[in-house]
């Protein structure tokens, strides 16, 4: 397994998050994990990040334990995040903000062929490549965040609500760029309120419940389980 979490416990002051959340994630690979508001996706989300570190339990990347980590140390392992709510540098024009997500890497040809391959992705970018991120559409800045997070070169990407407030038209462009990433051999953790998007994409699944894990399978199981189809689904 490339990323595991085991049985982790994680608290914000006094008061527990997430009880015990086990999950395990393989090269090439969509994991996604669902659940409503409040359930603990983006708190498993930047627990792997470091941002929040687990109460007890543990993280292991690649053969290492990382859950003591701090998040600048997870990012140079190859963990990228997109966190909730497109977060870009909002003085920054497009181009400064692909290129901060390069920060760790030295190889400008390779760099270089990176920032081809995600204006390949999004062309709107390529166009707007000068101009600042905080006069960009909300769809715009979505590519921004999940174009920084591909200029690191990552091992394993997490990607927080990416079609949240996307046009149907937007979130379809997205969904085919996360296939796209996928088939190049990056895994991703997805984190959606979409349930129907999400069990598409992924190919193994998690429901998320106040805190726990209630549900895992492969995606086409749980998008067939009834109690998803009700709950998530709106079946
Ligand atoms: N910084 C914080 N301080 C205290 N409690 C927090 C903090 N962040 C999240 N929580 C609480 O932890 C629980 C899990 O929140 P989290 O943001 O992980 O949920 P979520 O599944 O991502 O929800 P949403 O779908 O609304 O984004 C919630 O009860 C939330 O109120
Ligand atoms: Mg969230």
């Known amino acids: 397994m490339l990323l595991e979490l085991k049985s982790i416990d ?17 090269s090439s690979q969509i994991i996604t994990l669902i659940g409503s508001n409040g359930a603990g996706k983006s708190t498993t989300l930047r627990t792997i990040s470091g941002l929040s570190h687990p109460k007890t339990g543990e993280i292991w990347f690649d053969g290492e334990r990382i859950d003591r980590l701090s998040p600048v140390d997870i990012v140079k392992r190859g963990i990228a995040h997109v966190p909730e709510g497109r977060r870009v540098f909002p003085t920054l024009t ?32 390529a166009e707007r490549r000068n101009q600042r991120a905080n006069t960009l559409s909300g769809g715009e800045q979505q590519m921004v965040a999940i174009g920084r997070v591909l200029m690191s070169a990552p091992r394993l990407i997490l990607m927080d609500e990416p079609s949240l407030g996307l046009s ?18 990056v895994p991703i953790v997805l984190v959606e309120q979409n349930a129907e998007l999400a069990l598409k994409l992924a190919n193994y699944a998690y429901v998320m419940e106040v805190g726990r ?23």
């Open 213 to 235: 894990i209630s549900l895992k399978g492969p995606a086409e199981d749980l998008h067939n389980n009834d109690h998803v189809r009700k709950a998530y689904l709106g079946v």
């Open 168 to 185: 149907p038209k937007l979130v379809h462009e997205i969904a085919g760029i996360i296939r796209n990433i996928k088939e190049t051999g």
């Open 94 to 125: 497009v181009l400064q903000n692909l290129y901060t997500g390069a920060y760790l890497r030295r190889d400008q040809k390779k760099i270089d062929q990176t920032l081809d391959q995600i204006f390949q992705y999004f062309p709107i970018l």
């Open 10 to 26: 994680v608290y914000y002051g006094k008061i527990k998050a997430i009880h015990q959340v086990s999950l395990a994630v393989d």
